[in-house]
């Protein structure tokens, strides 16, 4: 499925895409930077769950490679 604007510098306007605001940069009134805070949140609890899960993966990972590790040097008696 070919999308207007993906990937193409001619349509770039026709994105799909939200583009940031940088409250720094352009003033922007309070309910302005209040619905900019709500979207923000919205794709942060989208997120979350996601993140959670890549990085106690992660950790898991990391805990099995040091335990094979460690095993694989004990059997080879590196290990005293």
Known sequence: MLVVGAGDPL???NTLFVQG???MWEKLTPTQLHFMWQMQLAQWQ????????QIIMTILDIGVSYLWL???LGVLGVFP
């Open 70 to 72: 460690h095993f694989l």
């Open 11 to 13: 349509h770039a306007k």
């Open 21 to 23: 605001n940088d409250p």
């Open 46 to 53: 989208k997120t979350l769950p996601q993140q959670w899960t």
